[in-house]
C-alpha cells in the first residue's frame, strides 16, 4: 500500500508501512560501546509503523502496546515537533528529537506541510526491554530516507548494534570502534538451541543508566575488550552445549572483574543447574540461561523464583 504527494507537478510514492525487529545482545554488553566485536540476536517480535495521510497539518501518533491497547498519544505541530497535546511529556520530547534529527538529515522529509497520521504498535510487552526506541527510530529512518545508524547517534551515545537487528534477517556481529561502525550478518544457529531459554527478570532497565554506571566503574578496557571479542569469536565456532556454557560464565566472569557488577546467577539463581547470562545492561530485562534439563523443570525453577516468563530460544530469535 502506498501514497503519493504531488508537488511542483512531481508526483512521489511514499511508503506506508514498516517494520523493525527487536534485539538482544548475547555477547559485548558494555564492551561493545568500546570497540569489542559483539554478537546480537534480532527477535521474531518487533514493532510496526503504518503511515495515512490526513487532511490536517499537524502529525496525529498513537502508539499501542503488544495487545492494541493504546499507550501513548500526541498532536505534533509540523513547524517544530512540539506536542500541541499529549499523554506523556517525556516521550514527546523524544519523539521530537527522533523527528528532528531526522530532517536534519533530509532537509525534504516533512518539508511540505502534508498531515499524517502515523500508528506503532509493539508486539512485545514495553518492559520487556527489547527496544521500543531502537525499533521506532529505524522505522522513522525509513519514512524519512535516511540512514537509520545516522540517525540513532544523533540522538543516542549507545553503540547501535539495537538498530541494525531492527533491519537484519538474522543474527549479527556487530562493530563500534573508533575506525568503523560495521554489522556482518551470520549464520549462528547453535545445535544445543533446544537448551536455550530467555527469561525475563521483571524490571526494564533504563540503558542510558547502564551505560553510565557502566562507565563509573569500568577499569582497564583494552584488557576487557580484548577477552569479550575473544569470546564472541569462539561461541561462533562453538559445538557443544558444555563449551557454550563455560564460555557464557567467562564472559560473567569478565564483565564482573572489570566493573565489579554483581552476576546475575549469584544474585538470584546460585542454585541452578546450568550457565546463566545476563544480556544487556546487568540488573534488568532478559538473561539467558542454559540447561540439558526438560523444559518443564526450567520453567519449573524459574517460577518458583518468581520469573513466570521463559521462551525458549527458537519461540523469539529470529
Not at 561493545?32 to 559483539?38: I, M
Not at 500526541?74 to 506523556?88: M, V
Not at 553503540?159 to 537487528?165: E, L, P, Q, R
Request: with cysteine.
Amino acid at each position: 500500500m502506498s501514497i503519493y504527494l504531488c508537488n511542483n507537478q512531481t508526483l512521489r510514492r511514499i511508503k506506508t508501512k514498516y517494520y523493525g525487529h527487536g534485539k538482544l545482545l548475547l555477547t559485548g554488553e558494555y564492551a561493545v560501546l568500546d570497540g569489542a566485536k559483539a554478537l546480537a540476536l534480532p527477535t521474531k517480535k518487533g514493532q510496526k509503523m503504518v503511515i495515512k495521510r490526513t487532511t490536517s497539518s499537524d502529525l496525529i501518533w498513537q502508539s499501542l502496546d503488544e495487545k492494541g491497547k493504546v499507550w501513548f498519544e500526541s498532536t505534533i505541530s509540523l513547524f517544530d515537533f512540539s506536542a500541541l497535546t499529549t499523554t506523556d511529556q517525556k516521550t514527546s520530547e523524544y519523539l521530537q528529537k527522533v523527528l528532528k534529527n531526522a530532517v536534519r538529515l533530509n532537509s525534504e522529509f516533512l518539508s511540505q506541510w502534508n498531515g499524517f497520521k502515523i500508528e506503532t504498535q509493539l508486539e512485545f510487552p514495553l518492559d520487556w526491554g527489547l527496544g521500543s526506541s531502537s525499533t521506532l527510530i529505524y522505522c522513522v529512518a525509513e519514512w524519512a530516507e535516511v540512514n537509520p545508524l545516522m540517525l540513532y547517534f544523533k540522538i543516542d551515545d549507545g553503540s547501535g548494534y539495537d538498530v541494525a537487528c531492527a533491519f537484519a534477517d538474522g543474527p549479527i556481529t556487530y562493530l563500534n570502534s573508533q575506525d568503523e561502525v560495521s554489522y556482518t550478518e551470520i549464520d549462528f544457529d547453535p545445535k544445543f538451541k533446544n537448551n536455550l531459554y530467555f527469561i525475563h527478570l521483571g524490571e526494564k532497565k533504563n540503558s542510558a543508566q547502564g551505560i553510565k554506571e557502566y562507565l563509573k566503574a569500568v577499569k582497564q578496557k583494552q584488557s576487557m575488550v580484548q577477552s569479550i571479542q575473544s569470546i564472541t569469536d569462539e561461541i561462533l565456532d562453538t559445538k557443544t552445549l558444555s563449551d557454550f556454557e563455560a564460555l557464557l560464565e567467562k564472559h560473567e566472569d569478565i564483565i564482573h572483574k572489570h566493573t565489579g557488577f554483581e552476576k546475575v546467577k549469584d544474585k538470584h539463581f546460585k542454585d541452578f543447574s546450568g550457565a546463566v547470562k545476563s544480556l544487556g545492561a546487568w540488573g534488568g530485562d532478559f538473561v539467558l540461561a542454559t540447561s540439558s534439563q526438560s523444559s518443564e523443570k526450567i520453567v519449573e525453577y524459574f517460577k518458583s523464583k518468581g520469573f513466570p516468563i521463559v521462551i525458549p530460544y527458537q519461540d523469539l530469535i529470529l
